[in-house]
C-alpha cells in the first residue's frame, strides 16, 4: 500500500511540472557503544532518533550499534560486546589516529568519526556523506531454520580503485537491559540496530554478479526486529562505497 501510495504522489507531482524528489541516498551510521559507559545512553538514544526520525532529508541511514568489550571489567559485562567489535574500532583508528578508540564514537560512511552524543556533529557528517554517489547494490534477505539466506546483487569494482569489500551483517531493534553495575548501574538502557553478528563476505570482481550466502541465526535472539545490512567498504580507505539494508522475515 506505502508503495502504491508513493506512485502516486510522483505521478501527480509530475503531471503537475514538479519534479519528483531525489532518492535519499543510503549512509552507513555505526556506534561504537557499551553498557558499562556513562556517556553512552544518550549516544544511544541519538541513534534511535536517527533511526526512527531520518531527519536528514538527502539520506536514508542506515545504523549498526557495535558494542565494543573494553568496558566489560568495570563492573558489568555488556552481553552484545564482541571482541570482533573492539577489533574493527581499532582498524579505523589507523585511519583517524591513535587517540580515535573511546565511546561513544560514531563513524559515518567509513569517512568520519565523530563523537557519539554529538548531534549537530553527527547530522553534519550524515548530510555530507550524502553528497556521494553510492555504487548500486540491492540485497534479499530470509531466514530458513537457524540460516539467514542473503542474496546480493552486487556491482563491478570501479576502474583504478581499491579493493573494495563485502560485508555483512545481522542487526537487532527493540533491546533493552537493566543494567546492575558499573558506571550504569541501576540505569534500563534501550538499543536499536544492535549488531548480532558482522562477516566480511567477499571482495568486487571486475564484473557484476549476484551472490547468495549464509549466516547463522540464533535462537536466542528471538525473530522480532532483525535486519539484514550490506556494506561496501574499501580495503584502504574504508570509505562506505554503498550500503543497503532489508528486514528478515
Known amino acids: ?3 502504491l501510495l ?5 505521478l501527480a507531482m509530475a503531471a503537475q511540472g514538479r519534479p519528483a524528489p531525489a532518492p535519499r541516498v543510503p549512509v552507513l551510521v555505526e556506534l ?3 553498557e558499562g559507559c556513562s556517556s553512552c545512553p544518550a549516544a544511544d538514544a541519538l541513534l534511535e532518533s536517527l533511526q526512527r526520525e531520518q531527519p536528514v532529508e538527502s539520506a536514508l541511514i542506515i545504523p549498526v550499534g557495535l558494542h565494543v568489550d573494553y ?3 568495570a563492573g558489568w559485562k555488556d552481553a552484545f560486546s564482541s571482541a570482533a567489535f573492539t577489533e ?3 582498524t579505523y583508528s589507523e585511519k583517524f589516529g591513535p587517540d580515535s578508540v573511546f565511546t561513544p564514537q560514531i563513524v559515518v560512511n567509513g569517512h568520519e568519526a565523530v563523537v557519539g552524543n554529538e548531534s549537530d556533529l553527527v547530522r553534519r557528517a ?3 556523506a550524502a553528497t556521494r554517489s553510492p555504487l548500486p547494490l540491492s540485497i534479499a534477505a530470509q531466514t530458513a531454520a537457524d540460516r539467514l539466506r542473503l542474496t546480493i546483487d552486487m556491482p563491478a569494482a570501479p576502474a583504478n580503485t581499491e579493493q573494495i569489500q563485502v560485508f555483512a551483517a545481522i542487526t537487532q531493534d527493540g533491546l533493552s537491559t537493566v543494567v546492575k553495575a558499573g558506571e550504569n548501574g541501576g540505569r534500563t538502557m ?3 540496530a544492535v549488531a548480532r553478528k558482522l562477516e566480511r563476505i567477499h571482495v568486487l570482481g571486475r564484473a557484476a554478479r549476484v551472490i547468495d550466502t549464509t549466516m547463522p541465526v540464533s535462537s536466542r535472539w528471538g525473530s ?7 556494506w561496501l567498504q574499501g580495503s584502504k580507505s574504508r570509505q562506505v562505497y554503498a550500503a543497503a539494508i532489508r528486514p528478515i522475515r
Do not use: C, W, Y
Open 32 to 34: 561504537f557503544t557499551s
Open 1 to 3: 500500500m506505502k508503495s
Open 6 to 10: 508513493t506512485a502516486a504522489v510522483l
Open 190 to 192: 534501550r538499543h536499536v
Open 126 to 128: 550524515i548530510t555530507s
Open 224 to 230: 522480532d526486529g532483525l535486519n539484514a545490512v550490506v
Open 71 to 73: 568496558f566489560d571489567h
Open 88 to 90: 574493527r574500532q581499532r
